[in-house]
Nanobody
Framework: QVQFVESGGGLVQPGGSLRLSCAASGFTLDYHAIGWFRQAPGKEREGVSSISSSDGSTYYADSVKGRFTISRDNAKNTVYLQMNSLKPEDTAVYYC???????????????????WGQGTQVTVSS
């Protein structure tokens, strides 16, 4: 059974940093592109960043480009999202997911049969 467990969220002041982790199980991480998504209160879930399965290529939404860095450790079946220079508008619940495809120009689509994890709350506030 495919599962994702997100962790590392918390309350941070504007300008601060957090490192999120996505622990995946039930499949071989090496073979899949993985994406981070977020959902703020009252808003639709949006794609934040993704990483390819093959060469580690990455994609970032314009809103986080230059501030967030995605990485993966296949040996640990874990994907990370380093978030720096956090802004109040980054406040959301963050989720990870397997993707149907990877593109360096757009966010991939999550595999529909997979269930979302519980997410991890990120709150940026002074």
């Amino acid at each position: 059974q495919v599962q994702f467990v997100e962790s590392g969220g918390g309350l941070v002041q504007p300008g601060g940093s957090l490192r999120l982790s996505c622990a995946a199980s039930g499949f071989t991480l090496d073979y899949h592109a993985i994406g981070w998504f977020r959902q703020a209160p009252g808003k639709e879930r949006e794609g934040v960043s993704s990483i390819s399965s093959s060469d580690g290529s990455t994609y970032y939404a314009d809103s986080v480009k230059g501030r967030f860095t995605i990485s993966r450790d296949n040996a640990k079946n874990t994907v990370y999202l380093q978030m720096n220079s956090l802004k109040p508008e980054d406040t959301a619940v963050y989720y990870c997911a397997r993707l149907l495809f990877f593109s360096p120009r757009t966010m991939g689509v999550p595999i529909g049969d997979d269930s979302w994890g519980q997410g991890t709350q990120v709150t940026v506030s002074s």
